[in-house]
């Protein structure tokens, strides 16, 4: 068989652990036997960050922008116990935050649906795709705890210097206060991803906040999509026989419950960060969830969103054999892929990636898994495969397809 051809590089992000591990056997298994494989490789292994002061991940988010398309392998998120286990010279930020902040993106988040790993809530027969804003709120807000009787405000001073004054409360004991900002140009890349999003994928797309409570904060927020939406979005959507549509988040929580699922629900930070959660835990298990970052702009970063399974690492490391499943991974190269063929306009790129879905799917439904996925599965007479032989399992169906 002669390999497929590519003409544009995708942006290729390592990473660290089980799933460093895993991405090597995806690469040697799955991909490099059908693909003349063109990447700009990054590694975002933290012995290399640490090596580079963490140049590599901004080269990284750089080459993203440039080329347009980028997968990326979990990576960890230092903290205090690393710093000691890797001799780092600094605690590195998150590389998924300051991938983020480059590409000012929203992530996209949709479980893997396959027979056999049913999702809890029994009306759901299409995946429920979960857009979080990843900007302000909640996630960078300023608190006091008041100490006693006294008056709270919330001022603001523009540039000449006059004040807007708002009292809070007036407390005539302790208690607590919290302020919390966000910005036009951040909720506008925000409408705009995930109005593209809807697009690109063909699917509703749904906006919930509390705006009959927070006349103002929430209220701007269901401004700026609905004047986007009209302005930009319309006329397309309708040409795609799509919908978009603004409901208060207590009727969307509804309404999710009884919908059977094949759509978009985007939500503001913290709703986001606690729906998405709930959500793929309903549909079985954060190893069969695809992550990806659209920018405003157009651009695309896939992962798996799931860690790097530490856990696993070790034992991996002691010589022990692991079960560690790789779909979300897999699934995070054929969304790169797919993309990469679109915009490149190569068809059988767009097709692999479509049968190694298949495939990936196909073993599974076929009994053949790994161990997470064997505790919560409603098949019988499962094989739990480690996690080398559930890759090469893969590539025996994928051969099938092909
Ligand atoms: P994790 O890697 O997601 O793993 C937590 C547990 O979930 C595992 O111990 C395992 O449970 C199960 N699990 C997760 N993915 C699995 C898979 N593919 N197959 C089978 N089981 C899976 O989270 P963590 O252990 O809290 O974090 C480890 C590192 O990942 C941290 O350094 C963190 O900073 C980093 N992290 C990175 C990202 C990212 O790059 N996107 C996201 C989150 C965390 P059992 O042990 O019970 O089998
Ligand atoms: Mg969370």
Known sequence: MNKI???????????????????????????????????????????????????????SAKATMKYGVAVKCATITPNQARMGEYNLKEMWKSPNGTIRAALDGTVFRAPIIVKGIEPCVKNWKKPITLARHAYGDVYKNTEIK????????????????????????????????????NTEKSITSFAKS???????????????????????????????????????????FEEAGITYFYT??????????????????????????????MVS??????AMMTSVLVSPSGVYE?????????????????????????????????G??????????????????????????????????TKDLALITSLENVTVLNSADFIKAIRETLDTLL
């Not at 591990?21 to 290399?48: A, F, H, N, R, S």
């Not at 523009?158 to 919390?180: C, K, L, P, S, Y």
């Not at 835990?281 to 954060?286: E, I, Q, R, T, V």
Request: with cysteine; aromatic share 10%; glycine share 8%.
């Open 5 to 59: 051809k590519m003409n544009t590089p995708l942006v290729e992000m390592d990473g660290d652990e089980m799933t460093r591990i895993l991405w090597q056997m995806i690469k040697d298994e799955l991909l490099l036997p059908y693909i003349d494989l063109k990447t700009e490789y990054y590694d975002l292994g933290l012995v290399k960050r640490n090596e580079t002061n963490d140049q590599i991940t901004i080269d």
């Open 146 to 181: 008041v100490p006693g009787a006294g008056k709270a405000e919330l001022v603001f001073t523009d540039a000449n210097g006059n004040e807007t004054r708002e009292t809070i409360h007036v407390f005539d004991g302790a208690g607590i206060i919290q302020g919390i900002h």
């Open 194 to 236: 995930c109005f593209n999003y809807a697009l690109d994928t063909k699917q509703d797309l749904w906006f919930s906040t509390k705006d009959t409570i927070s006349k103002k904060y929430d209220h701007t927020f269901k401004d700026i999509f609905q004047e986007i939406y009209d302005t930009e979005y319309k006329t397309k």
């Open 248 to 277: 208060l988040i207590d009727d969307a929580v509804a309404r999710v419950m009884k919908n059977e699922g094949g759509f978009i629900w985007a939500c503001k930070n913290y709703d986001g960060d606690v729906m998405s959660d």
């Open 281 to 286: 835990s309903a549909f079985g298990s954060l």
């Open 302 to 334: 896939y992962e798996a969103a799931h860690g790097t399974v530490q856990r696993h690492y070790y034992k991996h490391l002691a010589g022990e054999e692991t079960s560690t499943n790789s779909v979300a991974t897999i699934f995070a190269w054929t």
């Open 336 to 369: 790169a892929l797919r993309k990469r063929g679109e915009m490149d306009g190569i068809a059988e790129l767009q097709a692999f990636a479509d049968k190694l879905e298949q495939a990936t799917i196909q073993t599974i439904e076929s009994g053949k898994m």
